[in-house]
């Protein structure tokens, strides 16, 4: 269970005092609707603790709330697949950009992505540098942030075979803008086409705009805005959280609450996928082989781990996303890897990064 100060933390990291999540009504009677339903949006896998709709509405320009190896070939390892966007520029100019935090990349958050598919080419719009602008204590990410491209890229089946890209913006050059000033920077700075954003969405300085006045100002400005409900988490397990706007949605909160208490199949229900974790040898603090194992100090940890204990049926994995299963020990000083193949394991304790994947089997 979370210490107060633990969930006071928790609280101003999920809702931010200048752009955050809340509560919002009346979306409704300020809407243009149209309603064409679309295809299924989950392909290849359902988690049905997990509450969705059978079918999206689509609104037009303005809008309301939307209901929304073999064994014998030698593994090459993943790198941990480069960096998100192959260090390439990106351009939101004439996208459609969900709005948010990002940092668990949970299922709620493909529904924004899989909203502004349906409209245009989608991105994810993400601040960065908000904890060192807030004085907030660094923590780990959920996503390490090398694996970021390649969880957006699993989302493509659900967003018209288009994966969404990300594109940063430096948290101190929106901080202190309006609502208006906000949008007037997505319309005249960046050239978007429209934005997707959650119906407890808030934005601009002291959180001062709701998805009302989002799309209220996006009509203005003559882009569309689509706002959709909250994915629900139909667990709903108590969570101890200072967040006021707690009201049992899938969130970053709860991610972190659930890899707290090594719940690995919650976990997966709430990310849509295995969580996978990364690790990364950093000058001598390398990879030891010793006896049956892989080990490497929790200080190699690129993203945040579940509870200390003994996770079974889980899995390395290969560079091409071939997966060799393994069991995995975390304790408060390593994080150890234990494989039946002695070929296997050496070479895994030969490489710069492992990744692992956790099986829903928890501790």
């Known amino acids: 269970m979370l210490a107060a100060g633990a969930r006071a933390s928790h609280h101003l990291r999920e809702c931010d005092s200048h752009f955050v999540f809340g509560s919002t009504s009346g979306l409704t009677s300020s809407a243009v609707l149209l309603f064409p339903s679309i295809w299924p949006r989950y392909p290849t896998s359902n988690?049905?603790?997990?509450?969705?709709?059978?079918?999206?509405?689509?609104?037009s320009f303005f809008c309301s709330i939307v209901p929304s190896t073999s064994s014998d070939e030698i593994p090459v390892l993943s790198n941990c697949f480069g960096s998100r966007e192959d260090d390439r520029e990106v351009s939101v100019a004439g996208g459609i950009v969900a709005l948010g935090k990002f940092d668990a990349?949970?299922?709620?958050?493909?529904?924004?992505?899989?909203?502004?598919?349906?409209v245009g080419s989608p991105f994810l719009l993400s601040?960065?540098?908000?904890?060192?602008?807030?004085g907030w204590e660094p923590r780990a990410?959920?996503?390490?942030?090398?694996?970021?491209?390649?969880?957006?890229?699993?989302?493509?089946?659900?967003?018209?075979?288009?994966?969404?890209?990300?594109?940063?913006?430096?948290?101190?050059?929106?901080?202190?803008l309006t609502p208006r000033e906000f949008v007037e920077k997505l319309t005249k700075e960046l050239g978007v086409c429209g934005v997707v954003a959650g119906e407890s969405y808030r934005f601009g300085?002291?959180?001062?705009?709701?998805?009302?006045?989002?799309?209220?100002?996006c009509e203005e400005y003559g882009i569309g805005a689509y706002i959709i409900k909250s994915v629900m988490d139909r667990n709903q397990k108590v969570v101890n959280s200072?967040?006021?706007?707690?009201?049992?949605?899938?969130?970053?909160?709860?991610?972190?609450?659930?890899?707290?208490?090594?719940?690995?199949?919650?976990?997966?229900?709430?990310?849509?996928r295995r969580h996978r974790l990364i690790l990364m040898a950093k000058g001598l603090e390398g990879f030891s082989n010793s006896n049956s194992r892989v080990s490497a100090p929790r200080s190699c940890l690129l993203n945040l781990a579940p509870k200390e204990g003994l996770y079974n049926k889980c899995f390395v994995c290969t560079s091409d996303e071939n997966l060799i299963p393994c069991r995995v020990v975390i304790d408060s000083t390593h994080v150890q890897i234990e494989m039946d193949d002695i070929g296997t394991?050496?070479?895994?304790?030969?490489?710069?990064?492992?990744?692992?994947?956790?099986?829903?089997?928890?501790?």
């Open 47 to 59: 988690f049905p603790s997990i509450s969705h709709r059978s079918q999206r509405r689509r609104v």
């Open 105 to 118: 990349l949970h299922i709620g958050h493909r529904e924004l992505a899989i909203q502004a598919s349906t």
């Open 127 to 134: 601040f960065i540098g908000i904890a060192e602008v807030l």
């Open 141 to 176: 990410p959920i996503v390490a942030q090398c694996d970021r491209k390649r969880v957006l890229s699993s989302w493509a089946p659900y967003c018209r075979n288009s994966a969404p890209s990300e594109y940063q913006i430096q948290f101190s050059s929106v901080r202190y």
């Open 205 to 217: 300085y002291k959180a001062a705009g709701d998805a009302a006045e989002l799309v209220k100002l």
């Open 242 to 272: 200072a967040n006021s706007k707690e009201r049992g949605q899938v969130s970053s909160t709860r991610v972190r609450y659930a890899l707290s208490i090594g719940d690995m199949k919650y976990v997966s229900e709430l990310l849509g």
């Open 345 to 363: 394991r050496h070479l895994v304790g030969t490489q710069d990064y492992i990744n692992v994947e956790f099986g829903d089997e928890g501790v």
